[in-house]
């Protein structure tokens, strides 16, 4: 059997349903109860609910062979997994933005605020440019109109957070979807069973669609 982390929320619910139309049927995941352990009908597959940033983290350790998690987590969590799988939903991109008409001051370190220090370091180490992180946990455009920080590194779907808060993108950093990991040691121990879930992940379903 092979254990399945799934984020909890929106992007788990499309996952979810990404497993079940490709044969990893479970009715149970549907009803509204507080479980975080699920098993499929065919036995196959035993899924867990888990906060989408711990995702790659039970892959990691083996406590889940496979997850998925978006792009934007995993490169900030720096986890050692493999990425088979990427799945094309939960697209967007991770971006700085700033009020609308920012000017950047050159002869200062740029304040930065983010939910990924990571992210937002490694890119501004790219571009040699000095700068200051404030790390939040949410409400990252708060930032910016409060003057807490001159810029935000966030991911950005709709744009509709930004705009009605009077922020713009002002550099896109990398586009962000869903991707499919696994657990290094799972990848040789449970060869045949990962071998057949990327099999029916990748094989077009009822409606002729690929995954
Ligand atoms: C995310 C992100 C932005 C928003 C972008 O926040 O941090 O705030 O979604 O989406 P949009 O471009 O469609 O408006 P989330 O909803 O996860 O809440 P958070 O502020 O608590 O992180």
Redesign the pocket.
């Known amino acids: 059997m092979l254990t399945v982390a799934l984020p909890k929320g929106r992007l788990g619910d499309n996952v979810y349903a990404l497993f079940r139309t490709h044969g990893y049927d479970c009715a149970a995941m549907e009803s509204d109860d507080r479980r975080l352990v699920f098993a499929d009908e065919g036995g196959r597959v035993r899924y867990l609910l888990v906060k989408p940033s711990d995702v790659a983290i039970y892959v990691e350790h083996g406590a889940a062979d496979v997850g998925v998690v978006g792009k934007d987590v995993l490169l900030e969590g720096g986890n050692d997994v493999y990425e088979l799988l990427d799945l094309g939903f939960g697209a ?1 991109a991770m971006c700085v933005a700033a009020p609308v008409g920012f000017r950047e001051d050159l002869g200062a370190p740029l304040r930065v605020a983010t ?1 990924y220090p990571a992210i937002a370091k490694r890119h501004y180490a790219e571009l040699s440019r000095e700068i200051e992180i404030i790390k939040l ?5 708060l930032a910016p109109i409060l003057g807490l920080s001159d810029v935000i590194v ?11 808060n009077h922020l713009e993108v002002i550099e896109t950093i990398l586009p962000v979807s869903a991707r499919l990991i696994a657990n290094k040691a799972a990848m040789r121990f449970k060869a045949d069973a990962m071998q057949a879930l990327l099999t029916a992940l990748g094989t077009p379903d009822a409606k002729g669609e690929k995954a």
Request: hydrophobic share 30%.
């Open positions: 967007c939910k946990n949410g409400s990252i455009e966030d991911i950005v779907e709709t744009g509709a957070t930004l705009r009605q």
